[in-house]
C-alpha cells in the first residue's frame, strides 16, 4: 500500500504536554501502545544518503515492514516532511523488499543494489493516541 505521509513533529514541554492531555478539544478515548521499531540499512548507508528508511515494526500482536522515501517532496519549511509510503505484512526479522508494491520493490532494490541490509538501530515507543 503507498501513502503519501506529512508528518509534522512539535516541540512540546511536560507542563505543555499535560495541558493539553487535559484540554477539553482533544478529550476522547485514549488507547495506548508499545511500538517496537527496528531500521535498516545497508552497510555503507545506502539509504540514508537516499534520504530513505526501511523497518520492522511491532505493535499491539502486528508486525509491518515500511520503505519510505523523500522523492523530492517537501514541505512548507518549519518541521513538516513530505514522504512516499509503503507498507507490507512483515512475515520474519528482517525486511523482503518483494513483499512491498512493486514500484517500491523495485526503488528499494535499486537503492540498495545487491547490498544485504542489517540492523542498525531499535526504539521503544509508547503512543499515545485519541479520536477527535
Same mark, same amino acid.
Given at each position: 500500500?503507498?501513502?503519501?505521509?506529512?508528518?509534522?513533529?512539535?516541540?512540546?514541554? $511536560?507542563?505543555?504536554?499535560?495541558?493539553?492531555?487535559?484540554? $477539553?478539544?482533544?478529550?476522547?478515548?485514549?488507547?495506548?501502545?508499545?511500538?517496537?521499531?527496528?531500521?535498516?540499512?545497508?552497510?555503507?548507508?545506502?539509504?540514508?544518503?537516499?534520504? &530513505?528508511?526501511?523497518?520492522?515494526?511491532?505493535?499491539?500482536?502486528?508486525?509491518?515492514?515500511?520503505?519510505?522515501?523523500?522523492?523530492?517532496?517537501?514541505?512548507? /519549511? /518549519?518541521?513538516?516532511?513530505?514522504?512516499?509510503?509503503?507498507?507490507? $505484512? &512483515?512475515? /520474519?526479522?528482517?525486511?523482503?523488499?518483494?513483499?512491498?508494491?512493486?514500484?517500491? &520493490?523495485?526503488?528499494? %532494490?535499486?537503492?540498495?543494489?545487491?547490498?544485504? %541490509?542489517? $540492523?542498525? &538501530?531499535?526504539?521503544?515507543?509508547?503512543?499515545?493516541?485519541?479520536?477527535?
Amino acid at each position: 500500500m503507498k501513502d503519501l505521509e506529512t508528518e509534522i513533529k512539535l516541540l512540546a514541554s $511536560p507542563a505543555m504536554l499535560k495541558a493539553l492531555h487535559r484540554h $477539553p478539544l482533544l478529550a476522547g478515548e485514549e488507547h495506548t501502545s508499545l511500538l517496537v521499531t527496528t531500521y535498516f540499512d545497508t552497510p555503507d548507508a545506502r539509504l540514508h544518503r537516499a534520504r &530513505a528508511t526501511l523497518r520492522l515494526r511491532s505493535s499491539d500482536g502486528q508486525r509491518e515492514q515500511t520503505f519510505k522515501q523523500s522523492g523530492g517532496h517537501r514541505g512548507n /519549511g /518549519g518541521s513538516a516532511v513530505r514522504r512516499e509510503e509503503w507498507t507490507a $505484512p &512483515a512475515t /520474519g526479522d528482517h525486511p523482503d523488499p518483494a513483499s512491498f508494491a512493486p514500484e517500491a &520493490a523495485a526503488e528499494l %532494490t535499486q537503492l540498495i543494489d545487491g547490498q544485504d %541490509t542489517a $540492523p542498525f &538501530a531499535s526504539v521503544k515507543v509508547q503512543r499515545r493516541t485519541r479520536q477527535i
